[in-house]
């Protein structure tokens, strides 16, 4: 019966293991009193910054779940200087994520070419109806007051586009010059 | 003892069952949660869910009484009566104060015994009229675990009242020497072991385990019945600390008894009864055969081996006193 040897010493480790986490504090954070205190990473719920939005479409077509419904049209801009070409312009109309269908994976904010799509870690949107976890883009908008800050870059790294980009000089208007006749351009 | 007297005596243990068995399980919340890294009931009652066991018992009152078509319903309307009365009745024989039990016996330790062992009833009963297939298999399990552990119990008990020269629990306190903790230190882990299992705690719950066997001979039950079936664990908890307390802790006695005796009663059931707890977090489920094998083949001969000793001492001392 040598397995019998280790019962007791067992038993003893037990009460002790017991009694020592009854002595420590309890990390418990007793939600809803407490705000819960998540890491900015969070990902509650995905927010649209509809200027930044171009109707590329990429996000809804890399949705594995296709929860996002994206409606827009092209407008015309008449050209600026006359001869010149006429712009095309994407406007969007309805930009919808369904999150009854959302799984949360992130490829459409990791794949958005121009940074119209922010995690948020705001989570508190339960609704009674399931049709109205389909979030509008007005609404979409709205969670962006509650985007966090952009992490901090590395102490080494270059300073981000967004500070150069203001500290850059202003550039000079564009003159056009015609290359002198029969020189290679 | 006057009718008035033999009424107020009634009241005080009526309300002594009703109010003990709530703090033993509330601060078995409480306890079980630290010792899981939780906090417990925080929101019954605003101050650190103190309200909880009384929310519980709210809850349980307005539920559906449900009988299953196939019940033997007279037997499953008696089965919580039969698990939780005699517990009352063996919380009587307690000394609580110097010279005051609620019914002080010339065989109070005899009594407490026979009376605990009716409870087993209560289970079987249930078991049986409950027209379940696994029921049935819980209160066979149930009744095997408590005969089993019966006989520790009762021998560990009778080396105590061997070593006090009675039987009567005022008398084994009266008797009780603090150095006797040492002399019957093998009946009193033996005692402490076979309370455990006589109220089918963990390690010993596999016969009610809702893991194992939904929740064995007690699962037909709901709503008040239900609250009984756990009313009369917790009492048997509190009658099972009191009783240990009482033979091998010396019970009312200590500093100022006179005055503060039921207060060292109070104090030592409720040590015995956290150990009780402590117990039920940290150890794992015995198997049945386990837990069978361990009462007749450990427990059995430790306790028989514990009443040679306090023979062996009673006649050396010449006499018990």
């Given at each position: 019966?040598?397995?019998?040897?280790?019962?007791?010493?067992?038993?003893?480790?037990?009460?002790?293991?017991?009694?020592?986490?009854?002595?420590?504090?309890?990390?418990?954070?007793?939600?809803?009193?407490?705000?819960?205190?998540?890491?900015?990473?969070?990902?509650?719920?995905?927010?649209?910054?509809?200027?930044?939005?171009?109707?590329?479409?990429?996000?809804?077509?890399?949705?594995?779940?296709w929860c996002i419904y994206i409606d827009a049209h092209k407008e015309t801009i008449p050209a600026a200087t006359p001869g010149g070409r006429d712009r095309q312009r994407n406007v969007l109309d309805r930009f919808a994520i369904d999150y009854s269908l959302c799984m949360y994976c992130g490829i459409c904010v990791e794949v958005c070419p121009f940074d119209a799509l922010f995690w948020s870690p705001q989570f508190e949107y339960a609704e009674l109806d399931i049709r109205d976890l389909l979030h509008e883009k007005d609404r979409l908008g709205g969670w962006m007051d509650s985007v966090p800050a952009p992490a901090a870059l590395d102490s080494g790294a270059a300073d981000p586009a967004e500070v150069?980009?203001?500290?850059?000089?202003?550039?000079?208007?564009?003159?056009?010059?015609?290359?002198?006749?029969?020189?290679?351009? | 003892?006057?009718?008035?007297?033999?009424?107020?005596?009634?009241?005080?243990?009526?309300?002594?069952?009703?109010?003990?068995?709530?703090?033993?399980?509330?601060?078995?919340?409480?306890?079980?949660?630290?010792?899981?890294?939780?906090?417990?009931?925080?929101?019954?009652?605003?101050?650190?869910?103190?309200?909880?066991?009384?929310?519980?018992?709210?809850?349980?009152?307005?539920?559906?009484?449900?009988?299953?078509?196939?019940?033997?319903?007279?037997?499953?309307?008696?089965?919580?009566?039969?698990?939780?009365?005699?517990?009352?009745?063996?919380?009587?024989?307690?000394?609580?104060?110097?010279?005051?039990?609620?019914?002080?016996?010339?065989?109070?330790?005899?009594?407490?015994?026979?009376?605990?062992?009716?409870?087993?009833?209560?289970?079987?009963?249930?078991?049986?009229?409950?027209?379940?297939?696994?029921?049935?298999?819980?209160?066979?399990?149930?009744?095997?675990?408590?005969?089993?552990?019966?006989?520790?119990?009762?021998?560990?008990?009778?080396?105590?009242?061997?070593?006090?020269?009675?039987?009567?629990?005022?008398?084994?306190?009266?008797?009780?020497?603090?150095?006797?903790?040492?002399?019957?230190?093998?009946?009193?882990?033996?005692?402490?072991?076979?309370?455990?299992?006589?109220?089918?705690?963990?390690?010993?719950?596999?016969?009610?385990?809702?893991?194992?066997?939904?929740?064995?001979?007690?699962?037909?039950?709901?709503?008040?019945?239900?609250?009984?079936?756990?009313?009369?664990?917790?009492?048997?908890?509190?009658?099972?600390?009191?009783?240990?307390?009482?033979?091998?802790?010396?019970?009312?006695?200590?500093?100022?008894?006179?005055?503060?005796?039921?207060?060292?009663?109070?104090?030592?059931?409720?040590?015995?009864?956290?150990?009780?707890?402590?117990?039920?977090?940290?150890?794992?489920?015995?198997?049945?055969?386990?837990?069978?094998?361990?009462?007749?083949?450990?427990?059995?001969?430790?306790?028989?081996?514990?009443?040679?000793?306090?023979?062996?001492?009673?006649?050396?001392?010449?006499?018990?006193?």
């Amino acid at each position: 019966m040598s397995e019998h040897k280790g019962v007791v010493p067992g038993l003893l480790k037990g009460l002790a293991t017991t009694a020592r986490t009854m002595t420590r504090h309890t990390s418990t954070q007793e939600y809803p009193d407490v705000r819960p205190d998540l890491p900015s990473r969070s990902r509650g719920v995905i927010a649209l910054l509809a200027e930044n939005c171009t109707s590329c479409m990429l996000c809804a077509r890399e949705c594995p779940d296709w929860c996002i419904y994206i409606d827009a049209h092209k407008e015309t801009i008449p050209a600026a200087t006359p001869g010149g070409r006429d712009r095309q312009r994407n406007v969007l109309d309805r930009f919808a994520i369904d999150y009854s269908l959302c799984m949360y994976c992130g490829i459409c904010v990791e794949v958005c070419p121009f940074d119209a799509l922010f995690w948020s870690p705001q989570f508190e949107y339960a609704e009674l109806d399931i049709r109205d976890l389909l979030h509008e883009k007005d609404r979409l908008g709205g969670w962006m007051d509650s985007v966090p800050a952009p992490a901090a870059l590395d102490s080494g790294a270059a300073d981000p586009a967004e500070v150069t980009a203001q500290r850059a000089p202003a550039r000079p208007a564009r003159v056009i010059r015609r290359p002198p006749a029969g020189a290679p351009e | 003892m006057s009718t008035l007297e033999v009424i107020l005596r009634a009241a005080g243990l009526l309300a002594a069952f009703l109010l003990l068995p709530l703090l033993v399980g509330q601060t078995e919340h409480k306890v079980m949660a630290h010792m899981q890294g939780r906090l417990g009931p925080m929101y019954a009652g605003g101050f650190h869910g103190w309200a909880q066991l009384v929310a519980d018992g709210a809850k349980f009152v307005q539920k559906e009484d449900i009988v299953p078509a196939a019940a033997d319903k007279r037997l499953f309307r008696l089965a919580p009566a039969l698990a939780l009365i005699p517990y009352l009745v063996a919380l009587a024989a307690i000394p609580v104060h110097p010279g005051f039990a609620v019914a002080d016996l010339p065989g109070g330790a005899l009594f407490v015994l026979a009376a605990t062992s009716v409870g087993i009833l209560g289970t079987l009963v249930a078991g049986w009229a409950s027209a379940n297939k696994y029921a049935l298999i819980g209160a066979m399990r149930s009744a095997a675990q408590l005969i089993a552990y019966e006989l520790p119990l009762a021998l560990a008990a009778a080396s105590v009242t061997l070593a006090a020269g009675t039987l009567s629990l005022g008398g084994i306190i009266e008797a009780w020497e603090p150095w006797w903790l040492m002399w019957q230190l093998p009946g009193a882990l033996v005692f402490l072991v076979a309370a455990v299992a006589e109220l089918q705690r963990p390690p010993f719950d596999m016969p009610i385990a809702d893991a194992e066997i939904v929740f064995g001979p007690y699962t037909e039950y709901t709503g008040l019945r239900f609250a009984f079936f756990l009313l009369a664990e917790y009492g048997g908890i509190v009658v099972m600390s009191l009783l240990f307390s009482t033979l091998y802790l010396g019970g009312w006695r200590g500093p100022f008894d006179d005055l503060a005796g039921w207060a060292w009663t109070l104090l030592k059931g409720f040590v015995i009864a956290l150990l009780l707890i402590w117990i039920r977090v940290s150890w794992p489920r015995l198997r049945e055969d386990q837990l069978q094998r361990f009462a007749w083949l450990t427990l059995i001969p430790l306790a028989l081996l514990q009443l040679v000793i306090t023979a062996v001492g009673v006649v050396l001392m010449g006499g018990a006193s």
